[in-house]
């Protein structure tokens, strides 16, 4: 076993445990070795194994940049390589685009343009393209648009490339809460809440969206149930940042201020440092969510480990860090405004009630 | 509107029983004793329960009987049966008395996987005078039933049996090795005694029972034991056997110690009973997750498995079973670091990332076994009791790359720093210093490793001052800050000291420069936040270095720009880094540029 050779560290990646930040790391070298020796096929791997591991481990910038390179060594050589799992991390990628404000409207909408034609031979409907659609035009608060392109998704049929059964039902139920409707958005994931549809991430993030919105409507004990069996499917997922937001704030509308503590200082390291910048801002709503409650309760000073400048030997000064929470609020709530042309980004960041905000925010 | 009864082609349900419900036609055998099992147990009077299966050779072709002594069927129970069967199709999840009858039928049904008709003989236990009642039905839907006049109360006692005809296409799962092997497959651990006749000789199924429920004349005869069963479940030869049992879920069993060290991707597998009936060789949310250097063969009560049947309900009762199981695991450990330290290290030896999943959550384990674990250091493989003797301040880095770039340096200057990059090492690490008295722990990266070099002085940074600046400029575009220091070793030149913002710009700045503008773009976007913060590298050059020493009193501009820039290509190649189109032509020029000023020398030196 050498730390030189490629294939090694890419056995030793492909050994990793799915989630793990050190796989990414093992698959990257392996990628930069493979290219210093001119290896194209070793690299192509290497760069697909750094591509999947970066999803998984919470680094969606790396993912996109894996991508890129592979889908040009795509076109350099167009019959080489798998095209289909490429348009898979494709896929993921364009998703996740809008939640970089710096990346322009105009560029979003090519990379859309460019995504749905290379999938079309996989999806001749359009229906995984609507899809991502719908969600980009939320993200960019584009609320005429995503009502539009949601009519045109679930009127396509699907194709071979299209989202896994339990993630269609979870999409489905996301779009009916969307629109205020709970009983037709649990109606949706029937199959997926009764063990017979499940993946990676589902029902992991299905319960995560009902918890409040079950709460509100006064179904405490249904919301309290599905908050522990959603939980226990999440925390072992640090990068279901988003998930972790909305399990957090249902501890502080429930008053379990220990409980929101402890799930806060679980994921706040990768949650507050997100790269993908609005997944960011929603767990930054949910920090927010927590320490405005603390200072509420009366609380100056609290035994809690967030990351960078919040807090100090683990140590937080509640009325400061809540103050930098909403400074680092309003930077990307202005950028986010900056970049969509519209406010609804940002109205929605910066209203009195973090925890609807959470619950409201676009996290697909 | 009018209501309609639309007819069920048994046929084709028994297909699609087959195809989806069932894995394969061999589960009628895991059904029919399933059914012998729950007869059995719905029978609340004094008897000696018992399933005999025999085969023999019937008119149409061979014969398999199951016969039971269990609560057996009256007449009208007969007609319910089928009337109600499909009522429930979750056998073995809730396999409660009042749902015998609809699952009855269902496992009976599961005859139909290997032949066309069924026969059934059954006399009621309910009541002493109860007729023997023949059933018999066929796979087109129809049946016929009534008393049997050939078989009556005395030579017939209570209970049940089942018959069936191999059909031509099945007579190989009615041989009798393959019911044996069948039979033992999914019912060695079953309580009711179950033997299988050939008409030559009697094959017990489960006379020996669960092996770690047996007495044994010592531990190591137990353990003896406990590894034969393992070898001939998992056909491998395992490192030790652990008994398990958890009150919660009411579960109990053995973990087989693997002997070598598995994939951290590979997904759990253990081997999972129900009620003594084996559900799964596959179960995997049983173990606790960091226990993956075991396999498992389990007894589960008390449990929901779930519709796939490789899984358990994740409930509160699952989570208590699987942290009393781990801490069955967890006392052995402990047992071998008080009793037999030497194993301990065969095992860490092999398991040493399992036993770091295991403290990294838990400050008990990580207390018992963090002088065992090994690490990767600059100064080599070490185990942690070695790294706390040289010292008890950890200096680490969660970064692969930093730790390749510091290594050689920090080995030179005999500091020791952890590679935590690994999967769990990073966790332990930093939860030491709670846990341990009189550690303390420190991430380094390279900027830090450069604050531990020797200054110049400020004669020094005078005379140098001028070489630093055409650095700089010779570095301007490549996000690169040059420095000059003192350090070891003598024989390294230069140490490129990367920070992962830099290398994360620069890897984009790299993909740009042969990507085309849509992507170029995109990619600007992705990394705009990182870019803000400015991030630069280090090249240094080490004051220490002979070849660095004569470079600087080079007094001709273009051989040190020449030196300079070939030195910074080589500080990247040595480090793995990726050139850049333009890295490369700044190696080129630099080589030529140099062979060029050598020729010239040399001329010159001719002349």
Avoid at chain 1, 126 to 131: C, D, F, S
Wanted: charged share 25%.
């Amino acid at each position: 076993m050498s730390e030189d050779n490629p294939y090694d560290l890419l056995s030793q990646a492909r050994a990793m445990p799915e989630k793990s930040e050190a796989r990414l790391l093992l698959a990257e070298r392996a990628a930069k070795l493979f290219e210093a020796e001119g290896q194209l096929d070793g690299a192509f791997d290497a760069h697909d194994e750094a591509c999947d591991a970066a999803c998984w481990s919470g680094h969606p910038d790396k993912m996109i940049l894996h991508t890129s390179w592979m889908l040009k060594k795509h076109d350099e050589h167009p019959d080489r390589f798998d095209e289909f799992i490429l348009l898979w991390r494709y896929k993921w990628c364009v998703a996740e685009l809008p939640g970089f404000p710096a990346i322009g409207r105009d560029k979003i909408e090519d990379m859309l343009d460019d995504c749905g034609r290379r999938m079309l031979g996989f999806d001749p409907a359009g229906e995984a393209i609507k899809k991502i659609r719908f969600w980009v035009a939320r993200m960019l608060g584009d609320e005429p648009g995503a009502h539009d392109w949601a009519q045109q998704w679930r009127a396509a049929e699907q194709g071979i490339i299209s989202d896994c059964a339990a993630c269609e039902m979870d999409n489905e139920a996301e779009y009916w809460l969307w629109k205020g409707e709970l009983e037709r958005a649990e109606a949706a994931v029937g199959p997926v809440l009764d063990g017979r549809r499940a993946c990676a991430e589902v029902p992991h993030r299905t319960y995560a969206r009902f918890i409040v919105p079950l709460w509100r409507a006064g179904r405490t004990d249904q919301a309290a149930d599905w908050d522990r069996t959603g939980y226990r499917l999440v925390h072992k997922h640090p990068k279901m940042v988003g998930s972790h937001a909305h399990h957090i704030v249902y501890r502080v509308i429930t008053g379990d201020l220990d409980e929101a503590v402890a799930r806060l200082e679980r994921v706040a390291g990768l949650g507050l440092s997100y790269p993908q910048q609005m997944t960011r801002l929603c767990f930054l709503l949910a920090t927010r969510a927590v320490l405005g409650a603390l200072a509420d309760a009366g609380r100056d000073e609290v035994a809690l480990a967030l990351p960078g400048a919040l807090s100090e030997d683990g140590r937080v000064d509640v009325n400061a860090a809540l103050a930098q929470v909403r400074n680092q609020i309003e930077e990307l709530a202005e950028a986010f405004d900056a970049r969509n042309q519209t406010r609804t980004i940002g109205d929605l960041a910066r209203s009195d009630d973090p925890v609807g905000a959470v619950e409201r925010f676009p996290m697909p | 509107m009018s209501a309609h009864k639309f007819q069920v082609h048994l046929g084709g349900l028994i297909d699609l029983l087959s195809h989806h419900l069932y894995s394969g036609p061999e589960v009628y055998v895991r059904e029919l004793l399933q059914n012998a099992v729950d007869a059995i147990a719905a029978r609340d009077d004094a008897f000696d329960p018992r399933i005999d299966i025999r085969l023999d050779h019937g008119p149409d072709g061979p014969r398999l009987h199951v016969r039971d002594n269990g609560i057996g069927l009256t007449e009208d129970e007969v007609h319910r049966f089928l009337a109600t069967i499909g009522e429930s199709s979750k056998r073995g999840v809730d396999a409660v008395r009042k749902e015998f009858l609809g699952q009855f039928g269902i496992g009976l049904l599961s005859g139909f996987l290997v032949s066309d008709h069924i026969e059934l003989y059954t006399r009621s236990a309910k009541t002493e005078d109860a007729p023997v009642i023949h059933w018999r039905g066929h796979k087109d839907g129809t049946y016929e039933v009534g008393h049997d006049p050939d078989r009556t109360a005395a030579d017939f006692a209570a209970g049940t049996e089942v018959i069936l005809t191999a059909r031509p296409d099945a007579h190989a799962l009615l041989d009798v090795d393959t019911v044996v092997g069948l039979a033992r497959h999914y019912g060695s651990l079953l309580e009711p005694p179950i033997v299988v006749h050939d008409g030559m000789a009697a094959h017990p199924i489960n006379d020996e029972g669960a092996p770690w429920r047996q007495p044994y004349a010592s531990p190591g005869q137990r353990r003896e034991a406990l590894l034969a069963y393992g070898q001939r479940v998992f056909n491998q030869r395992f490192f030790d056997a652990v008994p398990l049992v958890s009150s919660a879920g009411h579960v109990d069993g053995v973990a087989f110690v693997l002997a070598h060290s598995p994939s951290l991707a590979q997904h759990r597998a253990d081997r999972a009973y129900l009620k003594g009936m084996l559900l799964s060789d596959r179960v995997d949310n049983l173990m606790p997750e960091w226990a993956f250097f075991v396999r498992g063969v389990l007894d589960v009560r008390g449990l929901r498995p779930t519709a796939s049947r490789e899984s358990f309900a994740d409930d509160d009762a699952l989570d208590l079973a699987r942290d009393e199981l781990g801490d069955c695991l967890r006392r052995y450990l402990t047992h071998l670091e008080q009793h037999d330290p030497e194993r301990l290290t065969r095992l860490i030896a092999v398991h040493h990332l399992a036993l770091k999943a295991l403290a990294a959550d838990d400050d008990e384990s990580l207390r018992l076994f963090i002088d065992y674990l090994p690490f990767e250091t600059s100064l080599g493989r070490m185990l942690f009791r070695d790294i706390r003797v040289k010292t008890p301040h950890i200096a680490y880095t969660p970064n692969l790359d930093a730790f390749r770039q510091m290594a050689a340096v920090a080995a030179a200057q005999g500091s020791c720093i952890v590679n935590a990059a690994y999967a769990y090492e990073r966790r332990l690490i930093e939860r030491l210093p709670a846990v341990l008295d009189g550690i303390t722990v420190q991430e380094v990266d390279a900027a830090s490793l450069l604050e531990s070099f020797g200054e110049l002085d400020l004669d020094e940074r005078d005379l140098f001052a001028d070489f630093l600046a055409e650095a700089r400029h010779v570095l301007a575009t490549r996000q690169c800050e040059p420095a000059l220091k003192r350090f070891a070793p003598t024989n390294l030149p230069t140490l490129f000291a990367d920070n992962p913002d830099a290398a994360f710009v620069r890897e984009v700045e790299r993909q740009q420069d042969e990507g085309d503008d849509l992507w170029s773009a995109v990619l600007d976007g992705v990394a705009a936040e990182r870019a803000r913060a400015m991030p630069k590298a280090q090249l240094v050059f080490n004051l220490n270095n002979p070849l660095v020493e004569r470079l600087l009193t080079v007094d001709d501009p273009a051989l040190r720009q020449l030196s300079i820039q070939t030195l910074y290509v080589q500080a990247l190649l040595l480090g793995h880094f990726p050139l850049r189109p333009d890295d490369l032509r700044l190696l080129a020029d630099g080589m030529i540029g140099l062979i060029e000023f050598g020729l010239d020398a040399h001329a010159r030196w001719v002349q």
